[in-house]
């Protein structure tokens, strides 16, 4: 239902719709990469009050997980129309 405008174009007009998802995805892990190290940077050397553990440990997910968004944009790029969005 999302993808109707796009599916009822013309096919250069769902590739350009799909470039820029894929763009908007990156750039989002970009995002996430940049500001969590920041923050993590910003943290460090600070214990969680339970648990007596690294905080900047946890705070490193957000720029873990950006990495992975951007690989997961990088993926879509080099091979689209595959994978299970487009079933």
Avoid: C, K, N
Avoid at 60 to 84: D, K, Q
């Amino acid at each position: 239902a999302v993808d109707w405008l796009a599916d009822s174009g013309p096919t250069t007009m769902r590739r350009l719709s799909d470039g820029f998802v894929v763009v908007l995805t990156f750039l989002l892990g970009l995002v996430l990469v940049v500001s969590g190290y920041h923050y993590a940077l910003e943290t460090m050397g600070q214990t969680t009050a339970a648990l007596q553990i690294s905080i900047e440990a946890l705070h490193l997910a957000a720029p873990v997980s950006g990495l992975l968004i951007m690989l997961h944009a990088v993926a879509r790029f080099l091979r689209p129309g595959e994978g299970p969005i487009d079933e």
